[in-house]
């Protein structure tokens, strides 16, 4: 007989605290599994209920025995009696109704998937970060202390060096095009349905084994099965790798039925999770096999918890009485990777949802017309020749992915005031032109937005190549004309005045607007100009080098130009030509990223540390502490103090970095401060 431990959990509630007050969102089974959870909790009850008709929110109601019952989703929000609520609704909805929840300042539990995508993610986390309210996936395992055995086991070293996890959540049905889980225009399919379990698991597990509440995969591959009518997956596998060499092997599936398990293998022996997902609903035991090298049996770990979606909601309860941002077992952050790789595990078999695509991506994230926040402006400054003034922050197009990534980081910089865009026919492939091009056309703001775009790297930096490409840019920009076009690169082999004679053909077809240079010399600039100026012509109206607070010590791309160093600084303001400034914030020199003993990042390195930048770097610190902002906030605001024109060109990956950029908007700098953080002075 196997060795048998018990263990018993305990979930100790503040008894003075009241019951937390919920609402439920949407009416179908799920929904009533939770209703249940509830009723059966320490922590809540529910006190109303929403659905599309009166008649199935009061079905609902009378069921559960719901004192409210409202005929539609948003009379529930607007109840001053529910406090947090349930979202229940299918996965394409999600993010429309968590958001709203979140503006109505109400916590939110959302089922998972918690959306589509990352990019739906990012919007609904965002959501609830600015309006103050707790927002946790509903991933309801998590909350059980079966998954807490899990880890504590692995961190105690039960199974030495964890090397290898295996997890599956499948299972068979029927095909039917209007259920969804089959549906494409509802995210159906296996790997969003239940693969996101499995995946959450692997990313726990993987954390557990480097100390922390979950870790990211470097790389995720995959294959599967898709339906031939329908599109979505009928069964798939991935595999997930991590930068602490633990591998995952993780399965799902709507049309297939597979042993629903985990195992968890280390040097000094393998677990295994006879019930990982739905553990015992009602309460009781469960238990986990710990398989030791040469035993005869394995030891049996008998874990005691009560019922599973009664722990999720004390758990979620809990941390809302507790003031706390995120809820421990299922952090946002935490749910911003899973979406991640459930994206990398569907590109990888293929499959892209229909709503997912570009040209039908007509619609917010948030299912609503774009708007303005007209409590968040952004500065703006004019540019001669322009005739609309410019964001001080322009938002650099060179990272985004896909259409869902895409949206919602341009909608949110559109709605946060920003209107440049930066773009280059080089990046991408021109994927990012497309993209850019697709969202502005879906949008219908191109009479809003100023487009800047770049063409000419080496070695194309020819009128024939600039022309070729200015052709291709605008074709996949969708528009006739682009507000700035800039020369990537400089040809100094090339006599400037070719280039400005190009250039300004251009202008007289209105392909362009004003023109100037990225990565240009001082020198080139003023003949240029020079040039232009005796033939009648137009002449640079911008200049997009490097600026920045850290000097670059080693170009980040080949032939790079920076204009940190005080002639240019001096000529710039001499000609007040605006500088669009790239890398202005050193690329994360001035985060935690860099330090003198972090050297992880080899490019960091190499382009950015020196004795000087890193004095620069301690009196931005120094500066931030003292007007209570971040250290990278006092850069960008560098940037944007000096005395000539300037807009900072930013790259976020994730709508946080680009609220984070936004600080700087809000730094005032004296000359003496700049003088100071430039090291032409000893104090302010």
């Known amino acids: 007989m196997p060795a048998t ?102 916590h939110i539990l959302c089922e998972k998937p918690m959306g589509l995508n990352h990019g739906e993610g990012m919007v609904m986390v965002q959501a609830a970060r600015e309006h103050g309210v707790v927002l946790m996936e509903a991933f309801m395992y998590r909350c059980h202390p079966q998954t807490s055995k899990i880890v504590e086991l692995i961190r105690s070293g039960a199974l030495g060096t964890v090397g290898m996890v295996q997890a599956a959540f499948s299972f068979k049905t029927d095909y039917n095009p209007t259920s969804r889980l089959w ?5 159906g399919g296996g790997i969003l349905d239940v693969g996101c379990y499995a995946v959450s698991m692997a990313r726990l597990v993987a954390g557990a084994a480097s100390g922390k509440p979950f870790l990211d995969p470097v790389a995720v591959t995959g294959a599967g099965v898709l339906h031939p009518e329908s599109g979505a997956d009928v069964y798939a596998a991935a595999t997930l790798s991590f930068a602490n060499g633990v591998i995952a092997q993780v399965s799902a599936g709507v049309g297939l039925t597979q042993e629903n398990v985990v195992r968890i293998y280390g040097t000094a022996g393998w677990l295994l999770v006879p019930s990982p997902w739905v553990i015992n609903r009602e309460g009781g035991s469960s238990k986990l096999l710990l398989h030791k090298p040469g035993a005869s049996a394995p030891e049996e770990i008998v874990v005691e918890g009560g019922p599973l979606y009664a722990l999720e909601a004390d758990a979620f309860a809990a941390a809302v009485r507790a003031g706390l941002r995120d809820v421990p077992q299922m952090r946002t952050d935490d749910t911003l990777g899973n979406l991640a790789a459930l994206d990398q595990w569907r590109a990888a078999i293929g499959l892209t949802y229909a709503t997912e695509k570009p040209a039908a991506f007509m619609h917010t994230i948030a299912r609503r017309p774009l708007r303005r926040n007209p409590r968040a402006p952004m500065p703006c400054a004019a540019v001669p020749g322009m005739a609309r003034p ?70 194309c930096c020819t009128p024939e190549g600039i022309t070729r490409q200015l052709h291709e840019t605008l074709e996949r920009l ?87 160093d005080a002639a240019s600084r001096k000529w710039l303001k001499k000609t007040q030509l605006p500088l669009l400034a790239w890398s202005s914030q050193a690329r994360g020199f001035f985060t935690d990223r860099a330090g003198r003993d972090r050297t992880s990042d080899a490019e960091l390195v190499r382009c950015w540390y020196s004795d000087d930048n890193f004095a620069r770097r301690d009196r931005a610190v120094s500066l931030a502490a003292k007007k209570g902002v971040a250290p990278i906030a006092i850069a960008a605001a560098y940037v944007l103090h000096q005395p000539f024109p300037t807009f900072a060109l930013i790259g976020p990956r994730v709508i946080s970095e680009t609220v984070s950029s936004l600080e700087c908007l809000g730094v005032e700098l004296s000359p003496k401060e700049i003088a100071w953080l430039n090291l032409e002075r000893d104090r302010i």
């Open 390 to 459: 410019m964001s001080r922050l322009v938002m650099g197009c060179d990272n985004q992915r896909t259409m869902p990534h895409a949206a919602a980081m341009w909608d949110d910089y559109f709605e946060r005031g920003g209107n440049a865009f930066d773009t280059a026919w080089i990046y991408g492939g021109g994927l990012q032109e497309r993209l850019l091009g697709q969202w502005i056309k879906n949008r219908g703001i191109r009479d809003e937005v100023i487009v800047i775009a770049k063409g000419g790297h080496t070695p």
């Open 5 to 106: 431990l018990r263990v018993f959990a305990s979930y100790p509630m503040n008894p003075s605290s009241s019951p937390l007050r919920w609402g439920i969102l949407s009416t179908g089974r799920i929904a009533g599994v939770f209703a249940q959870g509830v009723a059966a909790s320490k922590s809540g009850r529910v006190v109303a209920v929403g659905s599309r008709t009166p008649e199935a929110a009061q079905i609902f109601a009378t069921t559960h025995g719901i004192a409210r019952a409202h005929g539609c989703y948003e009379a529930l929000l607007a109840d001053p009696e529910v406090e947090a609520v349930y979202i229940a609704t299918p996965h394409p909805q999600h993010a429309e109704w968590v958001v709203k929840a979140a503006e109505a300042g109400k």
């Open 478 to 564: 969708q528009t006739g004309c682009v507000d700035i076009y800039l020369m990537h690169r400089d040809n100094p082999d090339l006599p400037v005045g070719e280039l400005v004679d190009a250039l300004n053909e251009h202008v007289r077809a209105g392909r362009i607007g004003i023109f100037g240079g990225s990565n240009w010399t001082i020198k080139r600039v003023v003949a240029a100009n020079r040039y232009a100026k005796r033939k009648g012509q137009q002449g640079f109206g911008a200049l997009s080098n490097n600026l920045s607070l850290a000097r670059m010590v080693d170009p980040v791309w080949r032939d790079c130009v920076a204009a940190s």
């Open 183 to 187: 549906a494409n225009d509802a995210g």
